[in-house]
């Protein structure tokens, strides 16, 4: 073995056991059933399916500097996707805004309310404003990962459909 490669080895193994720590701690809260609700698939949002389980969570994967997600198309305008204004500032939002919603984990108590993020997809990097929880604990939600975007984020990272209501992205906090 090369010199200095031992420690090297030894901080790979310690990581590797921190993470495969944190995804045995992170797993799913239980279920939710679903029942058909207001949804604007018009728009491209995903919908759930009434009668199917979903999987509840109070924790997210670990922010990284490219953090994996999947970003859906969410409408924070009044009358919208969410039956209520944005936690972070009780306010409706635009389709045009830079906004985003996180998943429970990274919304983090409202820790990142007002905060950018760096959302980067399609070869494209766009800065956002994180508006709102995506409440995995009460939302129907598949996953503990999910960035809930306005169509404004969308356009500015030139996605203009996305034919499964969701999107393979990166993030980081900027």
């Known amino acids: 073995m090369a010199a200095g490669s031992l420690p090297s080895l030894v901080i790979i193994l310690l990581l590797s056991t921190a993470v495969l720590r944190y995804v045995q701690s992170c797993s799913h809260s239980g279920h939710l059933t679903s029942t058909r609700g207001k949804c604007n698939e018009h728009k491209g949002a995903e919908c759930c399916k009434a009668g199917n389980k979903y999987p509840r969570y109070r924790c997210s994967p670990p922010v990284t500097a490219a953090t994996n997600a999947h970003m859906t198309i969410y409408d924070f305008s009044e009358g919208g996707d969410g039956a209520a ?8 939002h635009s389709d045009h805004e830079m906004i985003v919603a996180l998943s429970t984990g990274w919304y983090n108590d409202s820790s990142r309310c007002g905060k950018s993020v760096r959302i980067d997809a399609n070869g494209r990097s766009v800065l956002a404003k994180v508006v709102d929880e995506c409440d995995s604990m009460l939302r129907i939600d598949s996953w503990n990962n999910i960035v ?27």
């Open 85 to 92: 204004p944005s936690k972070c500032d009780g306010e409706y």
């Open 148 to 174: 809930d975007a306005s169509q404004g984020v969308w356009k500015a990272l030139g996605i203009y459909k996305s034919p499964d209501g969701d999107y393979q992205i990166t993030w980081s906090d900027a």
